[in-house]
């Protein structure tokens, strides 16, 4: 499958990885939008949150207790940070591999552009 994200867990591409496990991969974002832009992304190939069934329920419950760890482990916690899952076109998904993008390090607007 010509998944970018599935070549980066397979090291095909290179990244910054920033933390790793048997269901998830961490890295930081290639074009940051934020001081800390990091995407946690399934080992799993699902390509968007419409793909995902009951039987992920429990890995998508990690990916964010993952996002939520590396924020406390890049002091964004305290001042605060946003977990964001694109879906589709109006929201701008361009990788259709699930991927929660970890934001923060600076103030951000609400609500998005
Ligand atoms: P989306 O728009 O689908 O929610 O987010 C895709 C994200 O993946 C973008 O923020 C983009 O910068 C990032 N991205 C795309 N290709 C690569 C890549 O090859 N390496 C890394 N580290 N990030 C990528
Ligand atoms: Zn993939």
């Known amino acids: 499958m010509d998944c970018i994200f599935c070549k980066i867990l397979k090291k095909e591409i290179p990244s910054k990885t920033v933390y790793e496990d048997e269901l998830c991969m961490a890295f930081e974002d290639i074009n940051p939008q934020t001081p800390v832009h990091i995407l946690v992304i399934p080992k799993k190939h699902i390509s968007t949150a419409l793909d995902m069934s009951?039987?992920?329920?429990?890995?998508?419950?990690?990916?964010?207790?993952?996002?939520?760890?590396?924020?406390?482990?890049?002091?964004?916690?305290?001042?605060?940070?946003?977990?964001?899952?694109?879906?589709?076109?109006?929201?701008?998904?361009?990788?259709?591999?699930?991927?929660?993008?970890?934001?923060?390090?600076?103030?951000?607007?609400w609500p998005p552009g």
């Open 54 to 109: 009951e039987a992920d329920r429990e890995l998508i419950g990690h990916l964010v207790l993952v996002a939520s760890r590396i924020a406390r482990e890049k002091n964004i916690a305290e001042s605060g940070y946003r977990i964001v899952l694109n879906t589709n076109r109006d929201a701008g998904q361009t990788v259709f591999h699930i991927h929660l993008h970890l934001l923060g390090g600076r103030v951000m607007s």
